[in-house]
Every structure is written in C-alpha cells, then in structure tokens.
C-alpha cells in the first residue's frame, strides 16, 4: 500500500532531468545575466537531489538541495547548501487553473514556477523579503528541459 508521502514524492518526477536556466535578476542598475544548469535526480526513498551549477552575472553558484516531503506538513520542504549559504524551504506543487505550479518558500526568499503544458518549460520569479517585510522581484527565470543526446545504434 502507498504512503500520501510516496505518492507526493512520486509527483516529483516533472522535476527530474536536466535543466538550462536562463533570466536576469531585477537589479536597479539593469540586473545580472543568469546562465545555469539545474539537475534534478532521484535519491533512494524518492526524494530528490537538486545540483546548482550557475552563473549569475560575474559570480558562481553552487549548491545542492535535498527534495522531499514532510506528511505532518503535508508539503514538500528542501534543505539547500551552496556557495551562497544554506537555505530551507516549504514547497508546494498544485494544479493552478490550467497549469502545474511549484512554489516555495523561506523566511526571506519564494518562488513560483509554472511549468508549460508540455512539462518541458518552467516559466517563474524569485521575490525577496526586503526589510519593511514587503517581496520584491528579485529574478526572472525560464528552465528549459535538456534533452539526452541520443546514442548510434551500433
């Protein structure tokens, strides 16, 4: 018999693959390039690992994020480490109208992501929770699936 918790991590799988993340952070002084790739791959028990491997505008960003699901909480929650310090989230991934949405969210960062009909597109924003306790725009992102390179049949 399947566990919430399985079935939830099993709704994961839009996430699995390999990810070019393109945008530009919403800086006054015109934002920064963000050039990456994210890399989504299953862990025994059915969480998910997420790599970081980005560029944003001249500094790099690496990390790694661990994907699961918490059924007390019924929700999924991450704890993230990288170069640009360690982060936990509480997220979710619903049907919103006519589309798939993943969102999380932290004390001081969220995101919402909308995946295309497709699957293959997440189109999404970060905000920052700037001092007056108000979120701000902080990055515009599109995550484009990468396709495996087909290998010749010998």
Do not use: C
Request: without cysteine; aromatic residues 8%; negative net charge.
């Amino acid at each position: 018999m399947a566990h919430i918790s399985d079935t939830a991590l099993e709704r994961l799988e839009v996430l699995v693959g390999r990810w070019r993340t393109e945008g530009q952070t919403s800086d006054a002084s015109g934002g920064d390039r963000i050039d990456a790739i994210d890399t989504y791959e299953r862990l025994p028990g059915g969480a998910l690992l997420h790599l970081v491997d980005a560029r944003v505008g001249e500094d790099t960003v690496e990390g790694a994020e661990i994907i699961g699901h918490d059924p007390d909480r019924n929700a999924y929650v991450t704890q993230y480490f990288g170069t640009d310090g360690p982060t936990a989230y509480e997220a979710s991934l619903a049907q919103e109208g006519d589309s798939l949405t993943w969102r999380m969210e932290s004390k001081t960062t969220r995101f919402t992501g909308t995946f295309s009909a497709n699957g293959n597109v997440i189109s999404g924003h970060w905000e920052l929770h700037d001092q007056s306790g108000d979120w701000q725009r902080w990055m515009d992102i599109t995550l484009t699936k990468q396709t495996s390179p087909q290998i010749p049949s010998a």
